[in-house]
């Protein structure tokens, strides 16, 4: 390998930094969906024997409403299961300073289908 792609192998990071970074990310991501519980089980938890359903029934909230409503109220907007979404966070949270290119070069090694690269959505948008 040459001394330059050593230098900037991927979005200004070294080879080593982005082996340590996608090894952190693929770690991190892995024990975020064993760790973390889904909506049902949170709501079984804290409303002893309480489902999802039996909650929003009582309630009259519709599953999107109340989804929408607790997310909002917490301030999240990303899906923890979601792959894609939890790059995103990765994005924001360890990779910050860097261009929307670089953000898709990260994507791109991470595995997230272009489609769902920065700039994509709005670029699809405005071609038609």
Known sequence: ???????????????????????????????STVYNKSFGELISEILECETYMSFAEKTHL??????????????????????????????LTRCRGKTIDECN????????????WLGSYAKRKSAK
């Open 1 to 31: 390998m040459s001394k330059d792609k050593k230098e900037h192998y991927l979005a200004g990071y070294t080879y080593e930094e982005w082996e340590k970074l996608e090894k952190e990310f693929l770690n991190d991501y892995e024990k």
């Open 62 to 91: 519709s599953e999107n409403m109340m989804t929408q409503a607790l997310l909002y109220s917490l301030g999240l907007g990303f899906n923890r299961f979601s792959k894609r979404d939890y790059a995103y966070t990765f994005l």
């Open 105 to 116: 070069q990260i994507l791109e090694k991470l595995g997230i289908e272009q489609k769902y």
